[in-house]
């Protein structure tokens, strides 16, 4: 009959039912009720913080708001925090899209959540404006003449009716240029940041990140915000943790788990194979 099994031994032969049960609560606990774990703010992503807090309250801003359902996890948490720090300064925000034809659904959704903590007014204090095909050639107009482009904003309101849209003639009239998308920063760089002047903070899915970072280093972009980690970290900034801090303390509790149970299963190795040699075991 077999004797009692150790510690250590139970240790290396973990019920797979107790490891998925506690990566679960790891997961669960955390989206519910964050943690707050504290995170390393990225370079890119305090730079894009700065540049928002820079412009004078009350100032417009363009932004290109490029989201679709399959990047939506890596992308909203960021504009929901750019919303919220551009609406704490009474901005005034004009949203279009070039990339994907979802875009002003998702922006829509956004100032749906957000308008009435801030008491924002559509058509005053911020604009919708639908999706245009083109790309490059679409931006190049934009930049030329925006009116010629958006006659009829997303709820096919006519734009010259809007008062947001009679105060901007041009470029020259937005303090700033954002973009949320999973596409690198180039067509807005070489179509409006060049020709036009306009300071940019971009907003990218993970994997586009390194190469957006030139435009970083570079000086063509004032800020990155990359994925979700650089999402969480912007969320801390602001001082409102959300759905990015939440995942993030999710991420790192399950992390934590993994590394623990790892360690102990080595050290479970090293205690039960010298309990072996001290029986005479091999």
Same mark, same amino acid.
């Given at each position: 009959?077999?004797?009692?099994?150790?510690?250590?031994?139970?240790?290396?032969?973990?019920?797979?039912?107790?490891?998925?049960?506690?990566?679960?609560?790891?997961?669960?606990?955390?989206?519910?009720?964050?943690?707050?774990?504290?995170?390393?703010?990225?370079?890119?992503?305090?730079?894009?913080?700065?540049?928002?807090?820079? =412009?004078?309250?009350?100032?417009?801003?363009?932004?290109?708001?490029?989201?679709?359902?399959?990047?939506?996890?890596?992308?909203?948490?960021?504009?929901?925090?750019?919303?919220?720090?551009?609406?704490?300064?009474?901005?005034?925000?004009?949203?279009?899209? =070039?990339?994907?034809?979802?875009?002003?659904?998702?922006?829509?959704?956004?100032?749906?959540?957000?308008?009435?903590?801030?008491?924002?007014?559509?058509?005053?204090?911020?604009?919708?404006?639908?999706?245009?095909?083109?790309?490059?050639?679409?931006?190049?107009?934009?930049?030329?003449?925006?009116?010629?482009?958006?006659?009829?904003?997303?709820?096919?309101?006519?734009?010259?009716?809007?008062?947001?849209?009679?105060?901007?003639?041009?470029?020259?009239?937005?303090?700033?240029?954002?973009?949320?998308?999973?596409?690198?920063?180039?067509?807005?760089?070489?179509?409006?940041?060049?020709?036009?002047?306009?300071?940019?903070?971009?907003?990218?899915?993970?994997?586009?990140?390194?190469?957006?970072?030139?435009?970083?280093?570079?000086?063509? =972009?004032?800020?990155?915000?990359?994925?979700?980690?650089?999402?969480?970290?912007?969320?801390?900034?602001?001082?409102?943790?959300?759905?990015?801090?939440?995942?993030?303390?999710?991420?790192?509790?399950?992390?934590?788990?993994?590394?623990?149970?790892?360690?102990?299963?080595?050290?479970?190795?090293?205690?039960?194979?010298?309990?072996?040699?001290?029986?005479?075991?091999?």
């Amino acid at each position: 009959m077999e004797g009692k099994k150790s510690f250590w031994w139970h240790i290396q032969n973990l019920d797979t039912r107790i490891t998925h049960t506690l990566i679960f609560l790891l997961i669960l606990l955390p989206l519910m009720n964050p943690i707050g774990l504290p995170l390393q703010i990225s370079k890119g992503t305090q730079m894009a913080f700065d540049a928002l807090e820079a =412009i004078p309250a009350g100032s417009r801003v363009l932004f290109s708001y490029e989201m679709a359902s399959g990047n939506e996890a890596e992308l909203l948490p960021t504009c929901i925090a750019w919303l919220h720090q551009l609406m704490a300064k009474r901005c005034k925000i004009v949203t279009f899209a =070039i990339y994907t034809q979802e875009g002003p659904v998702w922006a829509q959704q956004a100032f749906d959540q957000l308008k009435g903590q801030y008491n924002y007014e559509y058509g005053k204090d911020y604009v919708i404006m639908p999706y245009t095909a083109g790309m490059e050639t679409a931006l190049a107009a934009i930049g030329r003449d925006i009116h010629s482009v958006f006659p009829e904003d997303h709820y096919k309101n006519k734009t010259a009716d809007l008062p947001l849209m009679q105060e901007i003639t041009g470029m020259s009239d937005f303090s700033m240029l954002l973009k949320s998308s999973g596409w690198n920063p180039d067509l807005h760089v070489r179509q409006l940041v060049t020709v036009y002047g306009i300071p940019m903070v971009a907003n990218c899915t993970g994997i586009v990140a390194p190469g957006a970072q030139a435009y970083l280093s570079a000086g063509q =972009i004032k800020g990155l915000v990359a994925a979700l980690a650089g999402a969480a970290e912007y969320e801390i900034l602001i001082k409102k943790p959300g759905a990015a801090a939440a995942a993030m303390d999710a991420q790192s509790t399950t992390h934590a788990l993994v590394i623990t149970l790892v360690l102990l299963g080595n050290v479970g190795m090293y205690v039960t194979r010298a309990q072996a040699k001290g029986k005479g075991g091999r």
